[in-house]
């Protein structure tokens, strides 16, 4: 093959912010991973049952309260009683999966607390090992029966990764416990109930040009009730509402009953991330839609109305002056210069009408009060496909600035698409590749690895979203991390345990692209004399994991499986499976002359003169056809 380059003239640039990150509170990414608080349930509020919590000795007795609690807002303690002059008994914390702690680091404790009837109670504050080894031990007095902080250092006598929190009575009568909180002082940049040094250094490694939070599917909720709303996750610690997590539910790989949104870490501390990665923040906000792989349910479009309001607030959080309403609550925690926020997403993976209409509402506002702000709207689940294809005149029509597409599929269907935005309309919207990942058996499968070939298969499709540059501006993988004991969804970016973290061979292949992409293409042509390898036929069966049998040969691909049309005769048959776990309605689409698309229910379809034969076969499980 001979390949030209011109190196005088033409080309265009390529955009300044191509590789980010994208994070979503998933597979314990925020609890029990970029926080470094290490009790899990720490305000009590998720009590029946009293997740994380579990009684230690007979002498104790353990139970939830609400009576007279520190705030409304955090209605749940814990009461430690006894009856005994020297009681032995108390309860531990296990933590996200354990509590890693280190030999020699300083775990500062804290709690607000009572005694009731004023007496001065004693309380043994240790850390233990698996094995129950005491690792470290201090005690500390609660005296009054008004709430007051309590606080003591523990530093570990050696690591562990699977340690306990234990709080013993050591005096008889009862105390109260709320916010009680285990954190080391060496968190990233120091600062008080942070974050995870090593987690944000890695993150931080990659130089991310933006940084998209909360989510993904969190952004939506499993129903409206549980959709991520940004104002009741900033403010007091004490005061953010816990929430069941849209992952703590049977869509994830593995359910995981106890995965809650504390909120320790919110939206101020994305915006302060953000800020410290040196990342543009890009929010995402609910558009007035659930998560339509759960519930779907709908705020009519006339009620519309407080979600677009939540919008604005938060374009005036994070870029008002201190003497508005929300700006003055990001100065009182902190911050009073604005964050600069330029991005927005309205909606996460929406698709439909009802979607369009919602965005093209929320537009009409933001647009007019904020035009520096740009907005990201949605193009629907992956595979970035036929609905895509679907979607795009709407998109345009409604001049959306920039789509958000989500591509999760097979390694062959990333290389093959490093030319998928060669041919986009330069006219047309800005493309985020918001969300990818290759994946080395198929969508939604425990099975997932990150291997090699997957890092070198979002490598090949990287040079292609390089090429384009000026029409693909951003790009990030998903999700960015996953606990090792705690995922529900992989392949992930960077896996973590208690103690210690690394980046899988993907992470590298971002930060190849994130530190060394070009600024400016040059024309190029490449001339190659070898006969065309490429395939020629192509069916879109509306599913990330589609294969299509013929005569004993399995075309694998994610979504639209391609082949070679030469090799099939008339009225052959193709049996098409479709092993998704997603409720796809079963498509045949079908490339025509014009480069567009026909669509028609799945049945009995013949090859002839050019024109495409199928016969649907139900493939046994898994719901295929
Ligand atoms: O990244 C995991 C999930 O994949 C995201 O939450 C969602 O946007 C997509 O379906």
């Known amino acids: 093959a001979t390949v030209r380059v011109d190196c005088r003239d033409g ?23 970029f926080s470094a608080e290490q009790v899990i349930n720490r305000s009590l509020e998720i009590s029946r049952p009293l997740v994380g919590w579990m009684k230690i000795g007979a002498d104790v007795s353990m139970t939830a309260e609400n009576e007279s609690p520190i705030k409304a807002a955090n209605p749940t303690f814990l009461r430690l009683a006894t009856e005994s002059e020297s009681p032995t008994g108390g309860v531990e914390n296990r933590g996200f999966r354990g509590m890693g702690v280190r030999d020699g680091e300083t775990y500062r404790f804290t709690a607000q607390g009572r005694s009731t009837a004023g007496a001065k109670m004693k309380l043994a504050v240790r850390l233990v090992a698996e094995n129950d080894e005491v690792l470290a031990e201090q005690f500390v007095t609660l005296g009054g029966s008004a709430w007051h902080t309590t606080e003591v250092d523990l530093v570990p006598k050696r690591t562990e990764s699977k340690a306990r929190l234990q709080l013993l009575l050591r005096s008889k009568g009862i105390v109260d416990l709320d916010l009680i909180s285990l954190c080391t002082t060496d968190t990233w940049m120091g600062r008080p109930h942070g974050l995870r040094k090593d987690l944000v250094q890695l993150l931080a490694d990659m130089k991310p040009a933006f940084f998209r939070f909360p989510g993904g599917c969190i952004v939506e909720g499993s129903q409206l009730k549980y959709r991520y709303q940004w104002k009741t996750t900033i403010g007091p610690r004490d005061e953010r509402r816990l929430i069941v ?56 479009l006339e009620e ?42 309205v909606g996460n993976e929406q698709w ?74 330069r006219k047309g919207p800005r493309i985020f590749m918001g969300e990818y990942a290759s ?56 896996w973590f345990d208690n103690l210690t973290s690394y980046g899988s061979p993907s992470y590298y ?22 006969p065309s390898r490429q395939p020629r036929g192509r069916i879109g069966v509306g599913s990330t994991d589609a294969s299509v049998e013929y005569k004993g040969i399995k075309f694998e691909s ?52 050019g024109t495409l034969t199928l016969q649907a076969r139900k493939v046994a499980g898994r719901g295929g056809l």
Not at 509 to 530: A, E, I, K, N, Y
Request: glycine content about 8%.
């Open 439 to 494: 994946q080395s058996v198929q969508l939604v499968c425990p099975q997932n690895r990150n291997t090699l070939r997957c890092a070198l298969a979002e490598a090949a499709f990287l040079t292609g979203i390089e090429r384009n540059g000026d029409i693909v501006d951003m790009s990030a993988y998903a999700p960015l991390m996953a606990h090792e004991e705690a995922w529900q969804w992989r392949p992930n970016l960077l």
């Open 11 to 33: 080309g265009h640039s390529i955009s300044d912010r191509l590789v980010g990150a994208f994070f979503e509170d998933i597979n314990f990414g925020a609890d029990g991973g």
């Open 352 to 425: 439909g009408p009802e979607y369009f209409e919602r965005y093209r509402r929320f537009a009409e506002v933001l647009q007019s009060r904020y035009p520096d702000v740009e907005l990201i709207s949605t193009s629907g689940p992956f595979p970035a496909g036929e609905r895509f294809d679907f979607a795009w005149p709407l998109l345009r029509n409604l001049k959306v600035p920039i789509v958000d597409e989500h591509c999760y599929a097979t390694p062959d269907w990333f290389m093959r698409e490093a030319t998928r935005y060669d041919h986009y309309d």
């Open 509 to 530: 292949t971002q930060l190849l692209f994130s530190h060394h992409h070009g600024d400016q293409t040059r024309p190029t042509t490449v001339t190659d004399t070898r």
């Open 245 to 300: 997590n849209r992952w703590n539910n049977e869509f994830a790989h593995r359910p995981t009953p106890d995965y809650y949104q504390s909120f320790e870490i919110g939206f101020f501390e994305y915006f302060q991330l953000a800020e410290d990665l040196g990342a543009e923040p890009m929010p995402i906000i609910n558009c007035g839609m659930a998560c339509q792989f759960n519930s779907g349910e709908l705020v009519p």
């Open 304 to 345: 519309l109305e407080p979600y677009i309001q939540d919008a604005l607030d938060l374009i005036e959080f994070a870029n008002g002056p201190i003497e508005s309403e929300w700006g003055s609550r990001r100065a009182a925690m902190g911050h009073p210069e604005p964050f600069g926020m330029r991005l927005l997403g």
């Open 558 to 609: 994610g979504g639209d499986v391609l082949f070679d049309q030469r090799d099939i005769k008339d009225d052959d048959v193709l049996k098409v499976g479709i092993g998704s776990r997603w409720n796809v309605t079963p498509e045949v689409t079908r490339q025509t002359s014009r480069g567009g698309y026909t669509r028609a229910m799945m049945g009995d379809y013949r090859w002839s003169d």
